[in-house]
Structure formats: C-alpha cells, structure tokens
C-alpha cells in the first residue's frame, strides 16, 4: 500500500507539471529553456563513483535530453553479454560462474520540456539454462521539475547508478539483480549529489505464508573543496587546449541502506529482519589532463569507515570496517565520444570486524555467506570473526561507436588466512537510439 501511494503521488505530481508547463509546448519557450540548459545545468557536473566499471552505469537524463525527446517517441536498444568467475579460496563463500546475456529495449516517449515516459522489458539469459532467468516488464515515469532535481517512479536508475562500492553493492548483482521497481529522488548541484530510494522486492498480500521485501538507500556526497586550473588561451587560434587541466576535488561521502524482510499480514511464523549499512569518509581525487590530446590522468584516495547493525526480534548484532584505498586511471575520450577507454587500478586495506552486508561483496563479509543469508537470523550465524585483507582491482574499458567492454578483475588477500580470492568480469554492451517519430 505504501508504494502504491508513492507512486500516486508522483503521478499527481507529473499532472500538476504537465498542468503548470502547458506552454512548454510553445516551440519559442522550448528553445529558451534549451538554451538556458546549457549554462548552468548541475547535472552536466562531473561526480565521482565508486564502482570501477562506470561504462555500466546510465547517467540520468539532463534538461537538455528531456528538450530533445519532447513529443517524440524513441526506441531504445540495450543488450549485453557477460562472463562471472568467482574463485573464493577462502570460507565466506563458494566459486562459481555465469555466463549470458541481457536484453533490455526500451519505448521511449517525451511527454513534455520536464516529463518523459519509458516502457519495455528486461530479459537475462544464463547459458545452460532451458529457461529465462529473468523476463520482467519495466516502466517509468521520470519527472525532472528543475535542474538539480530529478523524480523516478516505476523502474528505477538501480545498479552501478546508486554509485556504491563493492562493501554495500556488490558488482556481480548487476547480473542477478538488475532491475530495481520503487521509487527515486535524484539531486546534482555544485555542491551536493544525492541518490535516495526504495526498491521493493516482494509485494505481500494478505494473510500469505511469506514476507514482504524492501531495500532502502540513500547516498549522498558534499563538496567540501574544489580547486581547477583552466586552460590558458592560445593567442593565435583562440582556443583553449595548450594547458594541461588540473582539478582537485574534496568531497565527503555518505551511505545508508536497509534490507528489510518482514509483514504485518503474513501468516508465517517468521522474525522480522533488518540489516543496516552505513559509509562514513573522504574521498579525494587529482585530476589533470591534455584537452589536445584528450587524454587524462585521476589519482584518488578513499578514507572510508563501514558500520552494520542487524535487528531481529531475537538478535542484535554490530559490525564495522575500515577500507583505505589508492587508485590511478589513465584514459582518453574524444569530443565526439566515438571512442574512450580508461585503465584503472585500486589498491586497498581492509579491516572488517563482524561485518556484513546484505548486498555487498561477500569476499568482505565476517561471515559465511550461505549461514548469513538464511532466515530468520540466528546467534549462529555470526562468526566472531576479524578480517585483514589487502585488495587489489584491476579494470579496463573501452567504447567504440555504442559499443562498450570491460574487464575487471578482483583479488582479496586474507593476511590471517594466507588465501586469496579471485573475482573475474568480462561484458561487451550495445546501446542505440532511434527516433521513430
């Protein structure tokens, strides 16, 4: 019921835009919100993620790309194939892997210069499988009243768009957990980016044997400092890519997701869960660049610290870590982003006490994978357990005329238990829009 009335509100809410923008679909005033768009719109801001693989995530639209899709109906073409191999050396979880591919094509409609409305479906194939994996509808009504503010019901911008690190998000989900249905608020300004939402898993009808099933999150980041160097102009041709670019940022990130598991109608004799994780730190980025070249170099450092805290009727239980981190990414793009690639490297220190995470990488977790996932939860299913790890990520992508690869590879080094795990992802990506009408 409650996601229901969330969903009615934001369709109350696209009405009265749709209402107090009518004259939006004066082509005189089109053009003067397309030409403002381009000033200062906040959303065209750079903002940093955490996921290394960022080829996957899908950027949300602009007031710039809502000024494109008015009144016109565009069929999205998303497809990828995919290849996980999981080698855990270690006891938190046993080796596996998947291979497939994912379809997901997309009607596209602009309802107006603010509203835009997608319709299609998801389908995931694992190969050695006679069946789907997954065949799911998507819908979304996204809703941006202003620049800095973006309102997405239905399907959401889910995944790698939530910007978490492999603590709290791990990146296999993407395989098996690719849609997210709830809804989401989205903000980009100078100073602050922020992504909060509820992804509703299992819809509970009464009196059911079974449980209701949400995630909840919230991730924001402020801007606590920024220094650029511009380019300097060239005298004779006016144009300003002789200097190399520097930029230094300073931001303050913040997390907190619940997995919730539970019911006020259910029949089922079962404990109410809920896990809690929160990430508390500094993330500090150096970037400098040739704009003749259009390469770039980004040195950044995380200092993050991990809480969680799981509730049932029975147990109550805390966890914390801590996880430094040095990475290095060395890229190009062209400024008709025919082609990029990036390489990408992260070296970390990883100190988990007791820690667990519902979503997050189990090659993390202070505890065995298989006993804590079931529920309900038990005082056995903790394991006093302290973990030292050294971490290593390698990745590379490359994009080449909508068409994107990537290759990441994870390696987790237990100092205590001598063992190391092995994460493998490869995926190649086609993305393509066309304009019917």
Known sequence: MKHNAAVLALLVALAAGVGAHAQGTDSTRIKQLHAKSYK????????????????????????????QACRHLVLDIDAATFFFDAEYATPVAKGYSAVGFRLSPTLTYGINERALLRAGFNAIVFAGMDSLQLLRPSLSLIYKPSRWLTIV?????????????????DPSRWL???????????TATRRWNSDTWIDWHHYLKPWTADQEAFT???????????????????????????TPLQRFVLD?????????????????????????????????????????????TLLSADLPVYFYH????????PGKAFYPTLGIEDGRRNDDSRSQWAVKGTLGFWHGDHY????????????NAYSALHMPASAASIDADVRNLITLRVAYEHEFKNLQLGLQVDAYHDLDLHKTDLLIGFYMRYKEHFRLF
Do not use: C
């Open 40 to 67: 200062t719109d906040h959303s065209l801001l750079p903002t940093h993620g955490y996921g290394t693989l960022q080829m996957l995530e899908d950027a949300p639209l602009r007031q710039r790309d809502l000024l």
């Open 153 to 169: 019901g239905g399907t959401l911008y889910g995944g790698f768009n939530h910007r978490l690190d492999a603590p709290v998000y």
């Open 176 to 186: 098996f957990h690719y849609q997210e249905d709830g809804l989401q608020v989205l």
């Open 216 to 242: 909840a999150g919230t991730r924001h980041s402020f801007r606590l400092l920024s220094w650029t160097q511009k380019p300097a102009n060239n005298a004779e041709t006016g144009h300003s890519y002789v």
């Open 252 to 296: 303050m990130p913040l997390h907190f997701v619940v997995d919730h598991r539970g019911g006020e109608v259910k029949t089922i004799d079962t404990n109410t869960v809920s896990t809690f994780n929160e990430r508390v730190g500094l993330h500090a980025e150096y970037r400098f660049r040739n704009t003749l070249s259009h390469s770039h």
């Open 310 to 317: 799981l509730e049932d009727s029975d147990l109550d239980t």
């Open 356 to 367: 667990f995470s519902a979503h997050g990488s189990p090659a993390l977790w202070s505890v």
